[in-house]
């Protein structure tokens, strides 16, 4: 068997991507509402992708997606939903949704009250997570479409509690109220992210189940540890113990873009954090996510961001000076 190189592989493979990953995410705010139902009803949501949360206080629906199994969920049970594709709450597969979107913007409430008739009152309190990055979309894009916690979950109890916390500051913000909220945020991303929750409920693609997997996580604190490195497909095989089509093949299943499609995409992702941090010059930043010259960083960024470094980083250099 050959042996990966000592200084590649010798440090904490997972960690280190996730903490960068939910670094760069920033979160910032969340947004709660709830939906108070009775009868036959049922309420849609629209591909807008972002990344929304949802827990049963009383009752039981189903949660339905196309070209999934519809999945019930109960009370004390918890969602973290990527909208990657539309999906509804409801109370059975026949029901009629209305939109979420224009029953909000048509009432101006974040308290969405739908159907009639008797038979058991469901509460869904729920929301949205708001990020403060210019990578939000890439970086949803590596989580997976759907995470279920049930209440029997080991880790139920800490998710209620770090949720429950959230609520309370959102509905009473004091001093510093943004930092705390983010940070919770991070601690209950951090916590889905960590359990069992995720290996055993989330499809099998995108960063977080590659991070589970021992050859792509093992290619990943590769990647991450030495960004500045000209890796190639064959030498991430040969470090991974792979064939180069093996290790292409798996990764590209399991993380859902090519080797060297990820470097590119995580290296343009930290070119423009470290943009719009503005601590750094363009050059300095080339050199830093692997390119050897600015000329080749500035076209490679352009083609992937549609504007050029200067230009993005322009918010940031007038805060520097102002």
């Known amino acids: ?17 996730l903490r960068e990953f939910l670094g760069m995410l920033r979160p910032k705010a969340t947004h709660w509402g709830v939906i108070l139902a009775k009868g036959r009803w049922g309420v849609s949501f629209r591909d807008r992708q972002d990344l929304l949360f949802f827990r049963v ?12 199994e519809p999945l019930q969920f109960a009370a004390g049970d918890f969602l973290l939903v990527r909208t990657s594709t539309p999906f509804s709450l409801a109370s059975d597969q026949g029901a009629e949704p209305v939109d979420s979107w224009d029953l909000v913007a048509r009432t101006r409430s974040t ?3 739908v159907g009639n008739g008797d038979g058991e009152a469901v509460v869904v309190r729920g929301g949205r997570f708001v990020f403060d990055s210019h990578n939000e979309k890439f970086l949803l894009g590596l989580f997976p479409p ?14 209620t509690a770090l949720l429950a916390m959230n609520e309370a500051e959102c509905a009473a913000p004091g001093v510093m109220s943004e930092f705390v909220i983010g ?31 021992p050859v792509t996580a093992r290619a990943l604190a590769a990647l991450h540890g030495k960004m500045a490195h000209p890796w190639t497909t064959t030498e991430l095989a040969r470090l991974c113990c792979c064939s180069r089509s093996a290790f292409s093949s798996r990764f590209t299943k399991i993380v859902g873009v090519a080797p060297m499609s990820y470097l590119q995409q995580w290296r343009i992702a930290v070119a423009k954090d470290e943009l ?21 960083f500035s076209t490679a960024f352009t ?9 993005f980083a322009e918010p940031a250099t007038l805060m520097i000076h102002n």
């Open 146 to 159: 759907l995470v279920h916690l049930a209440s029997r979950n080991a880790q139920s109890d800490r998710v």
């Open 1 to 17: 068997m050959i042996k990966p190189p000592k200084n590649v592989i010798d440090r904490p493979e997972t960690p280190g991507a």
């Open 276 to 296: 719009r941090r503005g601590l750094r010059s363009v050059e300095e930043i080339g050199f830093l996510v692997g390119f050897q010259s600015g000329s080749a």
């Open 303 to 311: 083609r992937a961001v549609g504007r050029s470094p200067s230009s």
């Open 111 to 113: 308290e969405i009250c």
């Open 57 to 68: 206080d009383q009752g039981k629906c189903l949660f339905l997606r196309a070209g999934a």
């Open 183 to 213: 940070r919770l945020m991070e601690l209950l991303l951090v916590e889905l992210i960590r359990g069992e929750a995720l290996v055993l409920q989330a499809s099998r693609v995108g960063l977080l189940a590659a991070l589970a997997d």
